[in-house]
């Protein structure tokens, strides 16, 4: 494993970098050899969401040694990356982060898995350059918010926007987060809950309003519409809404792992890299 420093469209990135075969993996390691040669050793690149850095995909990336290159990124403005002077924290301007790490590391065409917002993310850059993405794993996706009708996003997301915009901000953030924790483990509480302790308010706000206006839905059909993409959701029980990705479009397939929070990397870390790896190694 290799940790470096990637200049980014808004500042350096922190990356770490597990290679598929090398001295840090296991004696006698080869990658897995697939039946189609055009996917042999595709790398892994994994990125988180709000509040968290790459060491939340320490089970990803230690499964995939030997197997294949995986590669963890820290957002802009989360662990060792810098922020953004401009604040500017929209999936679109965090995928062309995800991007440049992806040019200066030389891999043209990966599977992309981002978790929360990451997913966000994930989707911005795949549906921009479909070409670079072999196949898009989405860990428990947000909903759709931009299709919540007019009337409901008065109700409920201008009031939520002006909370984080007053002074007690931050306890409207750590309550956001203590609902998605229903059925975590104590030790990915304990986690998430520093993690929000710890979170600025401008990229807690940032982020909260572009997470409401994404158009998710059409991001992934944007991605689906190229030829031979393929996109796969590992998602939480309580992932299950009518604005789910999932439900509103169902040509996205889907696994759920049982007993975890919105945080399942965390709450069920083996068995979330287990089902990740199942699905890349599928036909």
């Known amino acids: 494993m290799r940790s470096l420093t990637v200049a980014g469209p808004a ?7 597990h290679p598929a ?7 006698g390691a080869r990658p897995v050899a697939f039946a189609d040669p055009s996917r042999e050793a595709l790398p892994l690149v994994l990125v988180h969401g709000m509040v968290a850095h790459a060491d939340f995909w320490e089970a990803p990336l230690a499964h995939a040694s030997g197997r294949r290159r995986a590669v963890a990124i820290d957002l802009r403005g989360h662990g060792a990356s810098e922020p953004p002077a401009d604040a500017d924290y ?3 301007a965090c995928a062309a982060d995800v991007l440049a790490v992806l040019d200066a590391l030389a891999l043209p065409r990966v599977a992309l898995v981002g978790h929360s917002y990451g997913a966000l993310v994930a989707l911005a850059a795949a549906a921009a350059h479909p070409e670079r ?3 898009l794993v989405l860990a428990d996706p947000p909903r759709d918010f931009s299709q919540v009708p007019a009337a409901g996003k008065a109700q409920h997301f201008t009031p939520y926007i002006a909370a984080l915009e007053s002074d007690g901000w931050r306890d409207t953030a750590v309550a956001t987060f203590d609902e998605a924790l229903a059925g975590s483990t104590p030790a990915t509480r304990e986690t998430i809950l520093a993690g929000a302790a710890a979170t600025t308010q401008d990229r807690m706000l ?4 572009h997470l409401l206006e994404f158009e998710a839905a059409n991001a992934l059909d944007r991605y689906l519409a190229s030829p031979g993409a393929r996109a796969h959701a590992l998602l939480a029980p309580s992932n ?4 789910s990705l999932h439900v509103l479009r169902p040509a996205l397939t889907s696994v759920v792992l049982p007993g975890t929070s919105h945080w399942l990397m965390l709450d069920a870390p083996s068995a979330f890299a287990a089902a990740l790896e199942a699905w890349l190694d599928a036909p």
Do not use: I, K
């Open 11 to 17: 500042g350096a990135l922190h990356v770490v970098d």
């Open 21 to 27: 075969v090398g001295a840090d993996s296991p004696a």
């Open 90 to 92: 929209a999936p679109s």
């Open 133 to 135: 993405v072999a196949r």
């Open 206 to 209: 940032g982020m909260s309003r």
């Open 240 to 243: 299950a809404w009518p604005l």
